[in-house]
């Protein structure tokens, strides 16, 4: 077997797991958030660390000398998707492959992770983002929120992968 074959044969695998765990648009929907979410947090939790630290290209957004916080940019997000929605665009009920859903979806929980990873700001408003006061545990408890609901929408996919510990399987 080639290694295009194999490839072929795995890209398969994955779409057929894909569409029998996924194909009702609610629960692709919830999925697709919760892994924009978890991604996105996860990756501007890792950003604003290497930010911090002095590694790697990054560096902070600022516009005429001001700091552009990335919680902005998830609340243009968020105002951006409730304005498509209010247009019933995107929402799941276009026809497959159902493209606009599963973007808006996906945009949704992305911008969502950028909005609340900054949370902080919007009951003091001021920059307390590296206040040692919980960070860990925040960072920790949004992750398990984001891993968990993807658990939750993807369960099907996940046992059939042999992912979901056994006693999970039960309760479920």
């Known amino acids: 077997m080639t290694p295009l074959q194999r490839h072929s044969g795995e890209v398969s695998r994955w779409h057929g797991l894909y569409s029998r765990h996924l194909s ?3 629960r692709e929907r919830g999925f697709l958030s919760a892994v924009g979410f978890t991604a996105a947090f996860a990756t501007a939790r890792g950003i604003t660390h290497a930010i911090r630290a002095g590694v790697g290209p ?13 919680s902005t940019f998830g609340i243009i997000g968020l105002l951006a998707c409730g304005y498509a929605w209010t247009y019933q665009r995107g929402i799941g009920t276009d026809p497959p492959p159902r493209w606009s859903s599963r973007v808006s979806a996906t945009a949704y929980g992305i911008a969502s992770a950028l909005t609340l990873d900054e949370f902080a700001l919007w009951l003091d408003l001021k920059d307390d983002y590296w206040d040692k006061q919980g960070r860990k545990s925040i ?16 369960r099907g996919a996940l046992q059939e992968l042999g992912l979901l ?6 309760k479920l």
Not at 58 to 70: C, D, K, L, P
Request: glycine share 18%.
């Open 58 to 70: 990054f560096g902070n957004v600022s516009a005429g000398g001001r700091h552009i916080h990335h």
């Open 165 to 170: 510990p056994k006693l999970a399987e039960r």
């Open 24 to 26: 009702d648009p609610r």
């Open 139 to 154: 960072d920790a408890v949004a992750l398990f929120g984001g891993l968990l609901a993807i658990g939750t929408a993807g």
